[in-house]
C-alpha cells in the first residue's frame, strides 16, 4: 500500500521528537492527525508540511479529546499507526524518589502512562483492522536506575510493560516501545537544567530509522532508534 492511503496519529506534535517524526512521515506521503496543548504552537510549526495534517489542540489526559483524535483519523478512511509521544518530565530539577511530590508523581503516570494506554485502547480497534502499528515512545531511564529519574524513569518502564503486554493480547498489530536516545529537545533540557546539552542529537536525526521501523515491520518489541 502507497503511504499516501496511510493514517497516523502523533501526539506532541508542536516540537522535539514528535514534530521531528510528524515532519518525516509527512515527506513519506502519510496523512496525519496532529496534537499538541499549545494549539498556536501546533499550527505554527506544521502548516507547511505537505499533505494538509489535520491539526487538533488539546490534553491527551481528556477523555474527549482522544475521541476526536481517533474519530479524525477513521474519517480518513483507515488508521495505520498511533505514535504515543506526547509526555512530561515532572518536576525540575528532578527530585529524589524519597522526596517527589505525589502529586506531581501523580500527574507524571496520568500523561505519561493513563493517557497513552487509553489512546491505544480507543484506537485498537482501527489498528486491529488495518494490521496497524501502535509506536510507544519510552527511555533508557526506563531500564536504567538513575538518581533523580524515579518518576519519569518509573512511569516509562510502565509503559514499556504495558506495551509488551499489548504485543502479546495484539498479535494483529505491531507494537514497538521505541527509545530516541538522549536528544536535544526542550524536555531533556528541562531534566538539566543550566547545562549545555549541545551534544546531543537534534530529533530529526532518528527520522530515517524511524521511518526504516515502518518499512521493514519487524515482530513487536523494544526498539533503539
Known amino acids: 500500500m502507497d503511504n499516501s492511503e496511510k493514517t497516523a496519529i502523533v501526539t506532541g506534535a508542536s516540537r522535539g521528537l514528535g514534530l521531528a517524526l510528524a515532519t518525516g512521515l509527512a515527506g ?17 510549526a506544521v502548516w507547511a508540511l505537505p499533505g494538509a495534517p489535520t491539526v487538533l489542540a488539546g490534553d491527551v489526559t481528556d477523555p474527549a479529546h482522544r475521541a476526536a483524535l481517533v474519530e479524525a483519523a477513521q474519517r480518513t478512511g483507515r488508521l495505520d499507526l498511533l505514535v ?6 515532572g518536576p525540575s530539577p528532578q527530585p529524589n524518589l ?8 501523580r500527574e ?18 482501527a489498528l486491529r483492522a488495518s494490521g496497524g502499528a501502535l509506536v510507544n515512545v519510552t527511555s533508557d531511564a526506563a531500564v536504567e536506575p538513575y538518581p533523580g529519574w524515579g518518576g519519569y524513569g518509573s512511569a516509562k518502564a510502565a509503559v514499556e510493560q504495558a506495551s509488551r503486554i499489548l504485543a502479546a493480547e495484539e498479535p494483529g498489530v505491531h507494537v514497538w516501545w521505541v527509545d530516541p536516545g538522549d536528544l536535544r529537545t526542550r524536555m531533556h533540557q528541562e531534566a538539566f537544567p543550566g547545562e549545555d546539552i549541545s551534544d546531543r542529537p537534534l530529533p530529526e536525526t532518528v527520522v530515517p530509522a524511524f521511518l526504516k521501523l515502518l518499512a521493514d515491520l519487524p515482530e513487536s518489541g523494544r526498539v533503539k532508534l
Open 28 to 44: 513519506a506521503g502519510w496523512r496525519l492527525v496532529l496534537d499538541a496543548r499549545d494549539g498556536d504552537a501546533l499550527a505554527e
Open 108 to 125: 507524571v503516570y496520568e500523561v505519561n502512562v493513563f493517557a497513552p494506554l487509553a489512546l491505544a485502547r480507543a484506537a485498537l480497534p
Open 84 to 89: 504515543n509521544n506526547a509526555g512530561i518530565l
Open 98 to 105: 524519597a522526596d517527589y511530590p505525589l502529586e506531581r508523581l
